[in-house]
């Protein structure tokens, strides 16, 4: 994680900021679904996301930050799917930031992790999480993705009674309190 004089420094210099994250994913009876999740402090509906870690890959960074922020643990694409950006709320002002977004492919849900009970999560329609997310970026990459070719593979795969997808535990609702 970045150091908040890091995080000033580079915020004044008129470039973005850089975030990676991960788009938790699953195939249930042929369609894609997504894990959304809120924020800490706005309770907004977002991916797991965070600051690029020293000595690691960026994709390796969005695998970490979704097991410590999601409590999810999968396959994540090494090519990112796009990246959009958004204002991120910092102490004395708001910084531009550009996300890096790569796919995960979800093979298990944690029954504990660092942010359980900091957040509220679920599955939900890929058409629905790219409603609900505030970046209209991130709701395109999500419904891009969703359409690909590479999730037609995996639902056909579903469907055919291939390799199963991940039956998560149920998930409190976005608009209820975290468990």
């Known amino acids: 994680m970045a150091k ?3 995080i000033k420094r580079r915020a004044t210099d008129g470039r973005p900021l850089s975030q990676v994250a991960a788009l938790p ?3 249930v009876d042929g ?3 997504v894990l959304v999740m809120t924020s800490r402090e706005t309770q907004r509906v977002i991916i797991p996301k965070g600051w ?3 000595n690691r890959k960026d994709w390796k960074s969005a695998q970490i930050e979704a097991r410590q922020e999601a409590g999810v643990i999968g396959d994540i694409g090494r090519k990112r799917l796009g ?3 958004y204002w991120k709320r910092l102490e004395s002002h708001f910084a531009l930031v550009k996300v890096a977004v790569y796919p995960l492919a979800v093979r298990r849900q944690l029954a504990d992790w660092p942010e359980r009970h900091e957040r509220a999560q679920t599955w939900i329609s890929a058409e629905d999480a ?3 997310v505030d970046e209209p970026e991130l709701g395109a990459i999500i419904l891009d993705f969703a359409q690909s070719r590479a999730a037609g593979l995996l639902a056909a795969d579903s469907k055919a009674g291939g390799r199963q997808a991940m039956a998560a535990p149920a998930a409190p609702s976005l608009g209820g309190s975290p468990t």
């Open 31 to 33: 369609g894609v679904e």
């Open 52 to 54: 690029p870690m020293k």
């Open 25 to 27: 994913y699953r195939v």
């Open 130 to 132: 790219a409603l609900l």
């Open 83 to 85: 990246q959009y950006l």
């Open 4 to 6: 908040p004089k890091q």
